[in-house]
């Protein structure tokens, strides 16, 4: 029903799939935010060749991505005044928290901590940091997450390190 008053409503009508975000290449559209970002991440080498690494980036893709829809519904339950908000907020911290946990010992098993999965820039980094910036700069997040980022200092200066080289790249998109 979104798909129909939401301000792209007519414009894909005739799209099969009815939800966002798409890709078009071409006259084709394709959905599904996972697919599309292994086919731009292969297209722009931010995806590894090696099938175990590429399997590593997955899960990690997969691990944020579930932590995030997790931790969101509080932010979707806090904004329409649900009392079960709180619920879920608990919930949203135990997930960040496994995530960070992970983080944490994916960078202590790795000789280079710049970088999630072996020695270079994969779509794990970027999803990561994108998503924490994007919980980070959320009014409704604001300081929730800080005891979870203390708890993993190396997970943190990650981040950190991470947030201010992509600055500029975000600076350029919004």
């Known amino acids: ?17 009815k939800k966002l ?3 078009q290449i071409g006259a084709t559209f394709y959905p599904n935010h996972k697919a599309i970002l292994r086919y731009l991440g292969k297209k722009y080498k931010y995806y590894p060749k090696d099938e175990e690494l590429a399997f590593e980036v997955d899960s990690l893709v997969d691990e944020i991505d579930d932590t995030i829809e997790l931790a969101s519904k509080f932010v979707e339950l806090k904004d329409i005044g649900d009392p079960d908000w709180e619920k879920h907020l608990l919930k949203g ?8 946990e992970m983080v944490e010992c994916k960078l202590e098993s790795e000789w280079n901590t710049d970088y999630l999965v072996a020695n270079s820039l994969t779509l794990a980094d970027l999803m990561m940091v994108s998503s924490m910036r994007s919980q980070t700069f959320n009014s409704n997040c604001e300081g929730i997450f800080d005891e979870v980022f203390n708890e993993a200092p190396m997970a943190k200066q990650y981040l950190d390190k991470k947030f201010a080289q992509f600055e500029k790249i975000f600076e350029k998109i919004g």
């Open 1 to 17: 029903e979104e798909w129909k008053e939401g301000p792209l409503a007519g414009e894909f009508a005739d799209f099969e799939y």
């Open 21 to 23: 975000p798409i890709l």
């Open 93 to 100: 911290l135990e997930a960040y928290k496994y995530l960070f």
